[in-house]
């Protein structure tokens, strides 16, 4: 299976336990978790864990989990190994924020290192519950335009570029490498659900790409979800559906509408 290289920017607000990480990926090296920082606890804020079922304090949950991240990059363990030690390691998180940063990772390494789905859901799921999002890899034209034919005669993006969609209860973040929210002329692509019109697939040669729309902007945001496959395009329409809009369910038109 195809390696890749992710390593994704959060900002976490909560107790102060993260700051700014870089974002960046690359083909054909292995996925990356988030690196955390050392935790820097207020004056008097408990280390304790307030979960009882959780044996470690945030400190040393912060600790494991770069041992696990050290591990895996430096030494370049296996996909599956990564994952059983952040299944794991999850169950001890003493708060949501430690929480949802290895619901994050581990919904990446579901969908971009194990083509899993459902496990992907599942993860992502977890993250935004926590009050946190999910993080996509997504690939784009700058100018938000369609995939093109090429004169080699190959598709792609004219002016491609990386970068994740984060996806939060009622809200919608396209961002580049370095976690900055992307423009759409010259407005910030940060959306709410009720800004969102339309979301559908659309096939161009055996890519699948997402076309979103809006009621206040003509022009609409393409892109294409990892690897570009049905199931991730579909995972993504899905969330931002029952997340973002606040539909029930993602078995809507949209998901059913497909453009050629």
Do not use: C
Not at 190 to 201: M, P, V
């Amino acid at each position: 299976m195809k390696r890749q290289l992710i390593s994704l920017t959060i900002i976490l607000p909560l107790l102060s336990l993260f700051s700014s990480l870089e974002v960046y990926a690359q083909g054909g090296k292995p996925i990356l978790a988030p690196e955390p920082t050392a935790p820097k606890l207020r004056p008097g804020a408990r280390t304790a864990s307030k979960n009882k079922s959780a044996s470690l304090t945030t400190v040393d949950y912060i600790n494991r989990y770069r041992l696990v991240y050290d591990d895996y990059r430096y030494t370049r363990i296996s996909v599956e190994e990564t994952v059983s030690k952040l299944e794991a390691l999850v169950k001890l998180a003493p708060d949501e924020s430690t929480r949802s940063i290895t619901n994050q990772f581990l919904g990446l390494l579901y969908l971009h290192g194990r083509s899993d789905p459902v496990k992907a859901e599942a993860a992502m799921e977890q993250a935004i519950k926590d009050k946190s999002s999910a993080i996509i890899e997504i690939s784009f034209d700058s100018k938000w335009r369609k995939m093109a034919k090429s004169r080699s005669g190959s598709y792609g993006f004219e002016d491609n570029s990386l970068g994740w969609i984060k996806i939060e209860s009622g809200k919608l973040t396209f961002t580049d490498r370095t976690n900055k929210p992307l423009m759409n002329d010259k407005i910030e692509a940060i959306l709410t659900g009720q800004q969102i019109k339309d979301l559908s697939k659309t096939v161009v040669a055996t890519f699948t790409l997402i076309e979103l729309t809006t009621y206040n902007k003509s022009k609409p945001y393409i892109f294409a979800a990892g690897d570009m496959k049905p199931v991730e395009a579909d995972l993504v329409i899905k969330l931002i559906q029952k997340h973002v809009m606040g539909k029930a369910t993602a078995q809507g038109k949209a998901t059913a509408q497909v453009r050629r």
